[in-house]
Structure formats: C-alpha cells, structure tokens
C-alpha cells in the first residue's frame, strides 16, 4: 500500500469511529467557524441558530471550534475531529488532497478577488516594483500568497525579491502600523483598519488571482452521512435568503460580529460572490491554484492531483 493509499485509508477508519459512519449513528459533529475576512453566511447562520437547528433534526449535536488556519482545518479533517470545514482556502484543499490526507470540497464558499490586498502604511511602498529588497508580512500557503506572488510576477519580480514574513492577519496588520514591515497582505477587516490608520492599497486581487474559497470535508464522512451535507447546505442556504431579504439586518449582524461601521460592511459586502454551488469557472480557479503551487514549490509536480475527479465531490455542482 503506498502513502497515500494508507494516509486515506487511516483517515477512513478515524472518522469512522469518531462520526459514526456505519458503526453506529452520528450523534456528535464539529463545523469549523470561520468569520474573517467577511463570511457573512458563516456569521448569519451562527446567529440565527440555522446550522445548529438542521442538524438537531437529524440528532446530531454540533460544535463550532474556530480554526481559522487552513492547514489545521485540514489535519482536523483528516483525523476525524472536525467534519466540515466551512471556510477553507482552495489551496489548503488542494495540498492536503495532494499529500494524501482525506480532504474533499463539497461546494464553493465565496468568491472575492477584489476582497484580497496587498498594502503599506501611509508613507509606505506606493506600488508592487517598490517593494523588492522589503520585509513582506502575511499568511503563506494561502490565496494572499498567491496574490503577492502573482502583483510580483507581473513586475518581473519573484518572492525571492523580497523578505517573505510568514504572519497571520492580525499579526501582520499590527506589524505594519508598528512599523517592522514595510507591507502586508491582507482581507476583511484587518485591511479596514489599516486604511483607518492611514495606510493604503498598493493592489487588490483583481486581475491577478480568481479565488474560490470553499467547504471542505472528508470523504468518509460526506459517504457516511449523505443527509448532513444536506442539512449543513440546508442552513446556508436559509442563511443566503435571510441575506437576500433582509439585507440591513444581515448587514448590521455582520458589521457588529466584525466591529466595522454598517457603511464599511456594506462595501465589503459587494466584493463576495457567496453562491456554493460549484462551476466549471470554480474548476479552473482551482487548476489555477494548483498550477500556482507547482510553481511556487509549494506542492510537487508528482503529486499533482484531478481537481474534479479527485477534489470535488460530485454533489458540490447540484446544491439547492
């Protein structure tokens, strides 16, 4: 048995213990909350209680643990402790996939190139060519990676052009307007804030990247538990009307959860494209992302995977 088959394998045998599976019936579930950058179905659906009254329908307890990196919701999945994950970044899906971990999508999260930043305080870096030879600040292994890696190219520069520092939102944010990095990539409101000290845009994501985020969970358990992938699509959909028809309400609701004025929540809010079902746009994005990853040595040529065959579970292109 090699690797991979042995890694899915083990992940199989977790899960089936921890959720059930065919040993005996779910009772218990994690989904994972992810707020930041703006994930307002992920903040509507909390809310309201929609996540955890469709799932009490089928006597299932859920919690709700916030694991906001990519890379531990997937070892999370893989190891049975978490089933769903509900904001997860394409490329984490896919490197977890690629290395042999049980981590499938079943449907989009969002989609948001204007959503993505790259930024300098006030006095700081005016455009992309100014920042070679600078410290760099932001999440590696991530759709913001991606972005910076892509401003760069087009300036003919590599991420070997600057001083890459590997920080998580908050952190990078801080460090900029304390002035130990020259500039950060950032989303939602950790770049609110920075514009409200004074720092500025140097590019957003469009034109450069095309990134969905997604819904992650292991296969063995959407196999298991076909009827709590509907039950979970089931509040956010609920979650996406509610939305839809009363916008100042969710609007007001994400704001608060967010700490930004009902305005800033408002501009953000027209950057998200947050329809789950899955398309053939969504497939390339991930091709895109994959193909990304080979180039930034962040994933082996050989371990390449088919994104629709291997990633995407067929269900993720008929949510309704």
Known sequence: MNKRAFMRT?????????????????????????????NVPSIIMREKGYLDEAFAAHGVTLTHPEITSGAAQTQALAAGQLQIASVLGGTSAILANANGADVVVMGAYARAPKAYFIMAAA???ADIKSLKGKKVAGPKGTVLNQLLAAALASEKLTLNDIEYINMDLPTARAALLAGRV??????????????????????????????????GTSRAFANANPQL?????????????????????????????QDISLDEARKQYALYDFDPKMTEADVANLQADQAFMVSADMLEASSKIDIRKDLILPSAFDIK
């Open 10 to 38: 083990a992940a199989l045998v977790v899960c089936l213990l921890t959720s059930g599976g065919s040993f005996a019936k779910t009772t218990k579930a994690a989904v994972s909350y992810v707020t930041a950058p703006f």
């Open 123 to 125: 006095n700081g870096p």
């Open 182 to 215: 020259d500039a950060v990539t950032l989303a939602g409101a950790n770049a609110t804030q920075v514009e409200s000290a004074g720092g500025h845009v140097i590019v957003n994501g469009e034109g450069l990247i095309a990134p969905t985020t997604v819904i």
């Open 229 to 257: 992938l509907k039950a979970y699509f089931q509040a956010h959909l609920k979650a996406l009307e509610f939305m839809r028809t009363h916008p100042d309400e969710a609007l007001a609701i994400a704001a608060k959860d």
